[in-house]
């Protein structure tokens, strides 16, 4: 089985974020602080328990004094939501195409299976036809000997002595034939 090269997405694997911002199709701007060392400072133990008024106003004193632009922190914050959206969908591309194939292997498989099993049961159903013939002919077969019995015993009659005679031969050797049938 080949594997995609490094560079094609697969299927589960995802990208750490700073490599879906760093390959994003629009390249962030150099500047001197980003959003997320924005969030960084936002979440430093500096500022824990502060209104959300003085924390503002910490962060825009520390940009203006680093010379950073907050539209620039703005337009970066912008631009990584683009690359985390772009990234997400092209995720989902690849989850829909591979859930598609998945359904198509699923659909083949289960024409095969449904193949197969139709091949089974034919044999299975003429395994039984077989055997209800077997056991058709093996009845006709009884039938018939019972058939022969009765001649078998009839003729025997005829040759009995006088005291034996008539259908009491009849009933010995219709006996004697039942009892070699253990």
């Not at 395994?127 to 013939?133: G, T």
Request: hydrophobic letters at 40%; a negative charge.
């Amino acid at each position: 089985m080949t594997h995609p090269p490094a560079s094609h997405p697969v299927v589960g694997k995802f990208d750490t974020f700073e490599h879906i911002y760093r390959t994003a199709p629009v390249n962030q701007p150099q500047v001197a602080y980003s959003v997320l060392k924005v969030a960084e400072m936002v979440n430093s133990q500096h500022l824990v328990g502060m209104s959300t008024e003085v924390k503002r106003a910490a962060i825009l004193m520390a940009l203006e004094t680093a010379g950073a632009e907050p539209k620039d922190i703005l337009q970066d914050a912008m631009l990584r939501q683009r690359a985390l959206n772009d990234y997400e969908e092209m995720q989902q591309k690849i989850l829909q195409d591979f859930e598609t194939a998945k359904a198509e292997d699923n659909r083949n498989i289960q024409a095969e299976l449904d193949r197969i099993t139709s091949e089974y049961m034919a044999r299975v159903q003429a395994n039984v036809d077989e055997v209800a013939r077997h056991q058709d002919n093996f009845r006709a077969w009884q039938k018939s000997k019972q058939q022969e019995m009765h001649t078998i015993a009839e003729a025997s009659s005829y040759c009995a002595i006088s005291e034996i005679s008539g259908s009491g031969i009849s009933v010995m050797i219709e006996r004697a034939a039942a009892g070699g049938r253990r």
